[in-house]
């Protein structure tokens, strides 16, 4: 597999896992953002992923065409945190490189990212000088001289995909170890994103509900892991409430292309 | 829309449709062959794909080139009818020009497509002087100077996949104006099969069940049609009794393939 069809493999094996609580997977739609819209940015995106693997223009805009490619279906935005995952970790060559991509970002990248939430409805915090749907946000990048990776610090705080920029990728490689730990394909998947949800807070059901429904959404995980709680029925309520761990999500993309390049066997009817 | 992610598109937009009587969909597996075994075929198939859009290589080779690509995981033969079309679609730019291509096959492409047999296990009629299992069906086609057009035309009364080669893609015609008069979407997709279903026996039925089991098959699919059938219900009792219209299945995903290409609409949600 070249390191493309491996992000392209481990943006379809998030997905598909079952059951996960509260986000799109082979069981669930969301009203407008269905199963084959995030199938679909799988197999659009790659000429954006090429140009990442092949060290063809700068990160933030090999992002933004990846956002442009995947934002032609009317789903919505299925991958942005993802991308933001997979194009240093493409770019790299794994987490080391990407550590070293990352480092090397510039204004122009910021400024590139910052041209790709036009593309997209991402959540921001308010009152943030640096909110995307404000066109002073350029002028501030511009003026502080703001690298893309300053930018991720910025955000660091509450959000955990920009936080991987700035601490070297931590949730990424803790989730790659549970992967390995769990074992084979999608059972093996599943199992990881309870891991990394009963440990980590989702910071984008932070945005979106606050932390009192994310602390609930790491103990009820906590929970299932421990054997007391119900995983279909937390799952169904999740999806009822619009609790949806999209960031966790992206963390188990990231973790499953650096996991697949280390022999992680997504088939497990390969070892019956 | 490239053409080759249109015929990305089209194998993860057959898949993923559902309810679909008998077949893999987003809510059934087999036992060794899963939903990921068919969305990792559409992902890793793509270099073969390229070829058959980029004039490269004979259609006999690229056909084997997509089988052994496929072939890497567990999961078995997932495509291997859907790229007997999909691959002369791909390199005559739709079907006028798979027409014209499928005349220019050689004696070469019939020998390179017996040797992509060798890669999976594909049913076929006992007492057959071109069983693939028989290592003198090669000698026989080279005897004979068959091309694989020819090979196609020698398997025409029992399979409808090489018929299609033979007959100018009439039943891929045909379900492309079924899913043009179907709609948009996953629902379009399962109305289309369900028609196709309805009106033409499926071979890989008969091979598997015999013509009786394939007539009940076409019955129950046209009182479904009708409103005197249940849906649900016939799917559940085809996956239980091993009865998968697989056939059909590869005429869908050519006609998905060439819909798109015409504006068939495969996102609902774009129209809401």
């Not at 060290?55 to 991958?79: A, M």
């Amino acid at each position: 597999m070249t390191p493309v069809e491996r992000a392209q493999m481990a943006m379809m094996l998030e997905v598909t896992a079952y059951p996960k609580p509260g986000n799109v997977d082979r069981c669930h739609d969301y009203k407008r953002t269905r199963l084959e819209h995030f199938l679909a940015s799988a197999i659009l995106a790659r000429p954006a992923l090429e140009k990442a693997a092949g060290g063809e223009g700068g990160l933030g805009e090999v992002l933004r065409e990846s956002v442009r490619l995947t934002t032609v279906h009317g789903g919505g935005n299925t991958h942005f945190g993802a991308f933001i995952l997979l194009i240093p970790l493409l770019r790299g060559g794994g987490i080391d490189g990407a550590i070293r991509a990352v480092e090397s970002s510039t204004v122009d990248d910021a400024l590139d990212f910052y041209r790709a939430f036009s593309l997209v409805k991402v959540r921001m915090l308010p009152g943030d000088p640096l909110d995307v749907s404000d066109p002073r946000a350029l002028d501030t990048i511009r003026e502080g001289g703001m690298t893309l990776l300053d930018v991720m610090a910025h955000s660091k705080e509450h959000d955990m995909v920009a936080r991987e920029w700035v601490n070297g990728f931590a949730l990424t490689r803790k989730a790659v170890g549970l992967l390995h730990g769990a074992g084979c394909g999608r059972e093996g998947v599943v199992e990881t994103f309870l891991r990394l949800l009963a440990a980590e807070t989702d910071t984008f059901i932070v945005k979106e509900h606050g932390p009192a429904v994310a602390g609930e959404v790491r103990r009820r995980a906590g929970e299932i892991l421990s054997g007391s709680g119900d995983l279909a029925a937390f799952d169904a309520e999740c999806i009822a409430r619009g609790i949806n761990p999209g960031s966790t999500a992206d963390i188990i993309i990231a973790a499953i292309f650096i996991a697949l390049g280390e022999g992680w066997e997504w088939d497990c009817s390969r070892k019956e």
